[in-house]
């Protein structure tokens, strides 16, 4: 099968992103001066790249589409199309509506014109050896050469037709794809006497960018088996000839629209579509599709692919060249977190690795507790995402194996991969009591008034998942000297005082009966108070501070929060209700330029937590 495809129009090139995954690789990038529009191999390691715009016309490559160089030729300065028998005879469909063929392997060219009234360039060309060969452009008109391409005849005409690609199988029997349209569906012709008579095998819907040019492809491997696209979500396949057609989407959601087709064997075959420049792989003859990521691009961005095996291939953009290296995934996974060097994590950890380098389509992830097993996650398919996130607590002071498997679509699953990674759930405090009493009610304790004596329960979740209790034991009694253990979280005034750390105060009430209650506080700064787990990039700043202090985060969610700044001695100056915003957050507290020199402290309260700090004003 021969892929000879030419977009009309000149798309605005966009920014190449970062590889996603290494199956196909970007091995030149002509920017704007560069328009490429096909690409054939003539054996393993030698192919060729048809070029329309920076006037250089073909490149070259020698080593198996690593590396590509142009090949200058007077007159060969825009290529459509490009087809070779093998390493030395082949021919070009140049924009002038001319051929050009080679016979030492592209030291020289000859041309011959074939222009007739009206006619666009060869779309595609086709050879069956040295002297038959096919070729359609796109205005109505397919031909056949029997002198190598010298002289042209034309064996399908019709003005209301525009033709996108044919495919011959033999000397007799071939196929043309085209439509009456730019709207309308796609038509297939075959025919069995080399071109004389044609009979319409399929009219098939599709999209409404048309259906015509570089948006149709055939591809028959003998005369019974053969695939076609044009631009939609689905698959069209043969097994009798073209005489019946069953079609297969290539994507199951979105709107990856198939450009390309190209099969090495009846199971194995690529398919390039407008998914963000995915190329979809199948390994079951087209039943069924995976995508292979490669650069995002733009909607129309493919132009050709050929792939001379399993495992070696490349496909052409407009300004790139893409290398096809295949191979089995290497199962060499660097964990970033859990981190390796910690023997306890935490509850709800963050899975993440390094990405693996070679040709990977994604990764499959088990969690379980044994080496290898899946009673906790998996194997889930992550695709090419490096992290995930457990959705779910685990059991603390338990050990924990994680498997990570690289695989791709054509060799499967990594082999060899190792020893899972062992981790242990972090071992959670116990529970903390505080032990007091008072005379009379009503008692508070943090932000807790209490009337009558007894047990009190308070969960707070740290960091690592765990949720730390304090039981408060609250008597009361009678006495006038009175020991108070309380806690307090961190950055929480304690009768307008803020403490950074373990305090004892002494204290002296007056009582209702006129008595002087001596109270002994010993205050317990509690510092793994829930912090938001949904904001993340936490930054108050400047630090000292002058005229306006900033506090920038960002949020997973929407919620409420209260932003409040103490004094010193605990005294609120300054509290707002804020509107957090899904992303980046940014407050300005301007009021601050106005307070005397000294220590300050802010507090951020939401639903899922609080964070809190101090400044300097200077």
């Not at 082949?90 to 222009?115: A, L, P, Q």
């Not at 005369?223 to 696209?229: A, E, H, N, P, R």
């Not at 405090?429 to 009337?451: H, I, K, N, R």
């Amino acid at each position: 099968m021969i892929h000879k495809y030419i977009l009309i129009s000149i798309y605005c090139l966009i920014a190449i992103s970062n590889i996603k995954a290494q199956c196909w690789q970007t091995v030149y990038s002509g920017g704007n001066g560069n328009a490429f529009t096909d690409v054939f191999f003539s054996s393993d390691s030698v192919g060729w790249v048809s070029e329309y715009i920076s006037g250089t016309g073909v490149y070259k490559t020698i080593d198996n589409g690593i590396s590509w160089e142009p090949n200058d030729f007077e007159g060969l300065d825009q290529g459509f199309s490009v087809f070779f028998l093998d390493e030395n005879i082949g021919w070009v469909g140049h924009s002038s509506r001319t051929i050009f063929k080679t016979e030492d392997g592209g030291e020289t060219w000859t041309e011959y014109d074939f222009s007739m009234d009206d006619l666009t360039p060869p779309y595609d060309i086709e050879f069956l050896d040295p002297d038959t060969g096919y070729m359609v452009t796109s205005y109505a008109r397919a031909f056949r050469s029997r002198d190598g391409g010298e002289t042209w005849d034309i064996v399908f005409e019709n003005e209301d037709w525009q033709l996108a690609t044919l495919d011959f199988v033999n000397a007799q029997e071939g196929w043309l794809a085209g439509s009456i349209s730019s709207e309308g569906p796609t038509r297939i012709l075959h025919t069995t006497d080399a071109g004389e008579t044609w009979e319409e095998q399929l009219a098939a819907p599709s999209s409404g960018s048309g259906a015509f040019g570089s948006n149709v492809d055939l591809h028959f491997l003998d005369d019974q088996t053969g695939w076609f696209v044009n631009r939609t979500n689905l698959i069209y396949k043969t097994e009798d000839g073209g005489e019946t057609w069953e079609s297969y989407p290539i994507a199951q959601e979105g709107n990856a629209f198939a450009m390309r087709i190209f099969f090495i064997n009846d199971t194995l075959g690529w398919a390039p579509s407008t998914d963000n420049a995915a190329i979809y792989v199948t390994i079951d003859g087209g039943l069924s599709w995976h995508p292979q990521s490669t650069d995002p691009y733009f909607n129309f961005g493919n132009t050709s692919i050929f792939m001379t095996s399993q495992d070696n291939g490349a496909a052409v953009y407009w300004p790139l060249i893409k290398h096809y290296l295949g191979g089995p995934a290497a199962c060499n996974i660097q964990l970033i977190s859990p981190s390796p060097s910690s023997t306890t994590t935490a509850l709800q950890p963050e899975i993440k690795w390094h990405k693996v380098p070679g040709c990977v389509d994604g990764y499959r992830l088990s969690v379980g507790l044994i080496p290898g097993g899946t009673e906790i996650i998996g194997p889930l398919d992550v695709g090419l995402d490096t992290s995930y996130m457990m959705p779910f607590a685990l059991l603390e002071d338990m050990d924990y194996y994680i498997s990570i498997v690289p695989y791709n679509h054509v060799h499967g699953l990594a082999t060899n991969c190792g020893e899972p990674f062992a981790f242990t759930a972090t071992t959670c405090p116990p529970t903390t009591l505080v032990d007091t009493s008072f005379c009379d009610p009503p008692f508070v304790w943090v932000d807790t008034s209490f009337e009558e004596a007894g047990t009190y329960l308070f969960e707070y979740l740290t960091s690592l998942g765990c949720d730390s209790v304090v039981v408060l034991a609250l008597s009361q009694e009678d006495d006038i000297y009175t020991v108070i253990d309380t806690a307090l979280v961190i950055g929480q005034p304690y009768n307008e005082v803020v403490y950074e750390s373990d305090t004892i105060l002494t204290e002296i009430y007056a009582a209702s009966n006129g008595c002087d209650s001596i109270v002994q506080v010993q205050l317990t700064i509690i510092t793994t108070a829930l912090e938001p787990a949904f904001i993340s990039q936490w930054q108050v700043f400047p630090n000292p501070v002058s005229f306006g202090l900033w506090f920038h985060f960002f949020s997973r969610i929407a919620t409420s929060a209260r932003l409040v700044i103490y004094d010193a001695q605990g005294r609120e100056l300054f509290a707002t209700e804020l509107l957090v915003q899904v992303g980046a957050n940014k407050y300005l507290v301007e009021a601050i330029r106005d307070w005397p020199v000294g220590l300050y402290w802010y507090r951020l309260e939401t639903r899922g937590g609080s964070l809190s700090g101090k400044v300097l004003k200077e």
